[in-house]
C-alpha cells in the first residue's frame, strides 16, 4: 500500500534548518603580504555543522579573470583601404561577367539572325522555283472525287 494513502490523515514532519558555523581563524597581526608560489599547498578551513560534525577542505580562491590587454585602435584610413580594395575587386568581377554575359549574348542574337536568314531565304527560294513548276502540270479536284470502301472513283 501507498505510504500516503489518502484514507489516513497527512503526518506533520517538522523541519529542521541547519546553518553551518564557520570556525574563525586566530586573530592575526596584519604584515607586509608575501606573494604565495602556486606550487605550494593552499591553508585548510574547517566548519563545524549543528550536528557537531567537522567538514574539512581546502579554501577556494575565486579564480581571477586576466586582466583585457587593450588592442590598439585600427586606423580609420586602414580602413577605408581595405573596404576601398574589396569593392575593386567586386567591382571587377562583375565587370569580367558583365562582359562574358554581353558576348554570349550577342553570339545568340548572331545566330538567330543567321537561322532567321537560311529559313526566310529558304521559303522564298521554294515560292520563287515552284511558280514556274505549275504551268505544264495535270491539277486534280478533289471535291468531285467519291469515297466508296476505301476505293477511289473518280
Same mark, same amino acid.
Given at each position: 500500500?501507498?505510504?500516503?494513502?489518502?484514507?489516513?490523515?497527512?503526518?506533520?514532519?517538522?523541519?529542521?534548518?541547519?546553518?553551518?558555523?564557520?570556525?574563525?581563524?586566530?586573530?592575526?597581526?596584519?604584515?607586509?603580504?608575501?606573494?604565495?608560489?602556486?606550487?605550494?599547498?593552499? %591553508?585548510?578551513?574547517?566548519?563545524?555543522?549543528?550536528?557537531?560534525?567537522?567538514?574539512?577542505?581546502?579554501?577556494?580562491?575565486?579564480?581571477?579573470?586576466?586582466? =583585457?590587454?587593450?588592442?590598439?585602435? =585600427?586606423?580609420?584610413?586602414?580602413?577605408?583601404?581595405?573596404?576601398?580594395?574589396?569593392?575593386?575587386?567586386?567591382?571587377?568581377?562583375?565587370?569580367?561577367?558583365?562582359?562574358?554575359?554581353?558576348?554570349?549574348?550577342?553570339?545568340? =542574337?548572331?545566330?538567330?539572325?543567321?537561322?532567321?536568314?537560311?529559313?526566310?531565304?529558304?521559303?522564298? %527560294?521554294?515560292?520563287?522555283?515552284? %511558280?514556274?513548276?505549275?504551268?505544264?502540270?495535270?491539277?486534280?479536284?478533289?471535291?468531285?472525287?467519291?469515297?466508296?470502301?476505301?476505293?477511289?472513283?473518280?
Amino acid at each position: 500500500m501507498h505510504p500516503e494513502h489518502p484514507a489516513h490523515a497527512p503526518v506533520e514532519r517538522a523541519l529542521e534548518v541547519h546553518h553551518p558555523t564557520p570556525i574563525t581563524p586566530a586573530a592575526v597581526t596584519p604584515g607586509p603580504l608575501t606573494p604565495v608560489q602556486p606550487g605550494s599547498v593552499p %591553508a585548510v578551513a574547517s566548519v563545524v555543522l549543528p550536528d557537531g560534525r567537522v567538514v574539512t577542505g581546502y579554501a577556494i580562491n575565486p579564480a581571477q579573470p586576466e586582466p =583585457v590587454t587593450a588592442k590598439p585602435p =585600427v586606423s580609420r584610413a586602414a580602413v577605408n583601404v581595405a573596404l576601398g580594395g574589396v569593392g575593386f575587386l567586386a567591382v571587377c568581377g562583375g565587370l569580367i561577367l558583365l562582359t562574358s554575359f554581353i558576348a554570349a549574348l550577342t553570339a545568340f =542574337v548572331a545566330q538567330l539572325i543567321t537561322l532567321a536568314a537560311v529559313v526566310f531565304g529558304g521559303w522564298i %527560294a521554294v515560292q520563287v522555283f515552284s %511558280a514556274n513548276g505549275h504551268q505544264g502540270g495535270t491539277t486534280v479536284n478533289i471535291r468531285k472525287a467519291t469515297f466508296k470502301r476505301n476505293h477511289f472513283h473518280g
